[in-house]
């Protein structure tokens, strides 16, 4: 390992490592791995917010009324804009999640992210609705103060196709739904089981990840061991100096993550185990 002296657009000389071949590659992994979880955790914020944006400016009941709290019924307009954002958010993590796994092979993909979205209704659902309202459909409507997913006003827009094989499964659920009533699904009950398949998720990946990042952060403290600097600079791209900290501490954020998330998935589970006892009571 070297240092030598560069200049960026021929003004400013900054002093950076140089690194052998393969070390270099470990940083430039270990690099795009800490933005990638850092994205990551940005986006679940978000996501968290939004939901209790929602939750903060109506009151949910599990009947599928929503009601703003000075006590007039939310309007179809308000609750899509809410349903949208969550499920946008939630599929932008899962998306961020599968592109960093992926670089680590196929399992958590196939082994967490599709088994969550092959067993549970709600998230491949919203997962279809998400593509849907992108395309530019409503998927909430109100059902006489009542919101749903109805599964007939979905399943006609012929503008969008969506997934063959999910939209196969909706409407194989739309005509059983239709042998007893209207294929309408509950929407306040399928959007907490959402949240908490998303939730999941994350916290499974931080769960799978952990040890992997600790021996990437290994590695680089083995690299970098007789450097003082607590600021690294070790190449430009694009005429912008890439640099990392000596201090190495991604680790410990996936400790809180995993921590937050379990307080999280534990009170959507309350949320939700009490909709399914009452259907009559709000959140």
Same mark, same amino acid.
């Given at each position: 390992?070297?240092?030598?002296?560069? *200049?960026?657009? +021929?003004?400013?000389?900054?002093?950076?490592?140089?690194?052998?071949?393969?070390?270099?590659?470990?940083?430039?992994?270990?690099?795009?791995?800490?933005?990638?979880?850092?994205?990551?955790?940005? &986006?679940?914020?978000?996501?968290? !917010?939004?939901?209790?944006?929602?939750?903060?400016? /109506?009151?949910?009941?599990?009947? @599928?009324?929503?009601?703003?709290?000075?006590?007039?019924?939310?309007?179809?307009?308000?609750?899509?804009?809410?349903?949208?954002?969550?499920?946008?958010? $939630?599929?932008?993590?899962?998306?961020?999640?599968?592109?960093? *796994?992926?670089?680590?092979?196929?399992? &958590?993909?196939?082994?967490?992210?599709?088994?969550?979205?092959?067993?549970?209704? *709600?998230?491949?659902?919203?997962?279809?609705?998400?593509?849907? *309202?992108?395309?530019?459909?409503?998927?909430?409507? @109100?059902?006489? +103060? &009542?919101?749903? /997913?109805?599964?007939?006003?979905?399943?006609?827009?012929?503008? !969008?196709? $969506?997934?063959?094989?999910?939209?196969?499964?909706?409407?194989?659920?739309?005509?059983?739904?239709?042998?007893?009533?209207?294929?309408?699904?509950?929407?306040?009950?399928?959007?907490?089981? !959402?949240?908490?398949?998303?939730?999941?998720?994350?916290?499974?990946? &931080?769960?799978?990840?952990?040890?992997?990042?600790?021996?990437?952060?290994?590695?680089?403290?083995?690299?970098?061991?007789?450097?003082?600097?607590?600021?690294?600079?070790?190449?430009?791209?694009? @005429?912008?100096?890439?640099?990392?900290?000596?201090?190495? $501490?991604?680790?410990?954020?996936?400790?809180?993550?995993?921590?937050?998330?379990?307080?999280?998935?534990?009170? /959507?589970?309350?949320?939700?185990?009490? +909709?399914?006892?009452?259907? /009559?009571?709000?959140?």
């Amino acid at each position: 390992m070297n240092k030598k002296v560069i *200049s960026i657009n +021929g003004i400013d000389e900054i002093n950076i490592y140089e690194f052998k071949e393969e070390d270099e590659k470990i940083i430039d992994d270990y690099i795009y791995c800490s933005d990638k979880i850092h994205f990551i955790d940005d &986006f679940y914020n978000i996501f968290v !917010y939004n939901y209790n944006l929602f939750n903060k400016e /109506f009151k949910l009941f599990y009947n @599928d009324r929503i009601v703003k709290k000075n006590g007039d019924l939310a309007n179809e307009t308000e609750v899509n804009a809410h349903i949208i954002n969550i499920v946008s958010t $939630g599929k932008t993590i899962v998306d961020l999640i599968d592109t960093l *796994s992926s670089k680590e092979g196929e399992y &958590f993909k196939n082994e967490v992210i599709r088994k969550i979205y092959d067993e549970s209704f *709600s998230y491949k659902l919203l997962y279809y609705v998400r593509n849907y *309202s992108q395309h530019g459909y409503i998927p909430v409507v @109100d059902d006489g +103060g &009542f919101f749903c /997913f109805d599964l007939n006003y979905i399943l006609s827009e012929n503008g !969008y196709k $969506g997934n063959t094989k999910a939209k196969k499964s909706f409407e194989e659920i739309r005509n059983k739904l239709l042998e007893s009533g209207e294929p309408k699904i509950t929407c306040v009950l399928t959007v907490l089981q !959402y949240i908490y398949d998303v939730i999941e998720i994350y916290n499974r990946f &931080f769960e799978w990840i952990k040890q992997k990042v600790l021996e990437k952060e290994k590695m680089i403290i083995g690299i970098i061991k007789d450097i003082d600097d607590e600021i690294i600079p070790y190449k430009v791209e694009n @005429d912008m100096l890439i640099s990392f900290q000596k201090n190495l $501490g991604i680790t410990k954020n996936i400790e809180q993550y995993i921590e937050q998330s379990k307080k999280d998935l534990d009170y /959507f589970k309350e949320l939700i185990d009490k +909709g399914r006892n009452s259907s /009559f009571e709000s959140l």
